[in-house]
């Protein structure tokens, strides 16, 4: 079955960098774009970015501009979302999910999500 | 960035009721509009995408309905596992917005 499996749980210090990835299995790894999308702790989602698995291009939020980094590895069907100068605010729950509609990036709707990777800023 | 409101922001009900949960976005998004079923811990789960359109494996007691601006999710016979918090999402621009949730909770 189609899933997404995410890395583990990171606690970082402020100014740190983390690095989340994402392993696809279950369908045509190129195929569908990949978003990232966070929850922090009791509050709602932010989408923070997307990235096309077959090409690589990326388009980031507005809000993540300079910070954010998405990439992947195509002969590990795995995307990656890294972000750097972490403050106590990035503190949350980063989701990466699959994009609806194969070979298309219009239209952002979230068939299937990863089980998440808490993140943990702090001093 | 386009806003998501949804209410009420929690409700209460039994089994077997049927329950609805308003959704307004802050400008027209025709019928781009999606909705997500979150338990505590978990990931969330898609329901129902461009308004109306029941996802895969989906029970069918859940609909949706609505276009422009304000739309609705519908359970009808509330089950003990629909227990969860919903939450809206716009794909009629980028970034995608959602709304803050709504909380389903056991009376």
């Known amino acids: 079955q189609v899933q997404l499996v995410q890395s583990g749980a990171e606690v970082k210090k402020p100014g740190a960098s983390v690095k989340v990835s994402c392993k696809a299995s279950?369908?045509?790894?190129?195929?569908?774009?990949m978003h990232w999308v966070r929850q922090a702790p009791g509050q709602g989602f932010e989408w923070m970015g997307v990235?096309?698995?077959?090409?690589?291009?990326?388009r980031y939020a507005q809000k993540f501009q300079g910070r954010v980094s998405m990439t992947r590895d195509m002969s590990m069907s795995t995307v990656y979302m890294e972000m750097s100068s972490l403050r106590s605010e990035d503190t949350a729950t980063y989701y990466c999910?699959?994009?609806?509609?194969?070979?298309?990036?219009?239209?952002?709707?979230?068939?299937?999500w990863g089980q998440g990777t808490m993140v943990t800023v702090s001093a | 960035d386009i806003q998501m409101t949804q209410s009420p922001s929690s409700l209460s009900a039994s089994p077997g009721d049927r329950v609805t949960i308003t959704c307004r976005a802050s400008?027209?998004?025709?019928?781009?509009l999606n909705w997500y079923q979150q338990k505590p811990g978990k990931a969330p789960k898609l329901l129902i995408f461009?308004?109306?359109n029941l996802q895969s494996g989906v029970p069918s007691r859940f609909t949706g309905s609505g276009s422009g601006t304000e739309f609705t999710l519908t359970i009808n016979s509330l089950q003990p596992e629909d227990f969860a918090t919903y939450y809206c999402?716009?794909?009629?621009?980028?970034?995608?917005?959602f709304g803050q949730g709504t909380k389903v909770g056991i009376k």
């Open positions: 999402q716009q794909s009629y621009d980028t970034p995608p917005t």
């Open positions: 279950g369908y045509t790894f190129t195929s569908n774009y």
């Open positions: 461009a308004a109306s």
């Open positions: 400008q027209s998004i025709s019928s781009y």
């Open positions: 990235i096309h698995p077959s090409g690589g291009g990326s």
């Open positions: 999910a699959r994009h609806h509609f194969p070979n298309n990036d219009d239209f952002n709707v979230f068939d299937v």
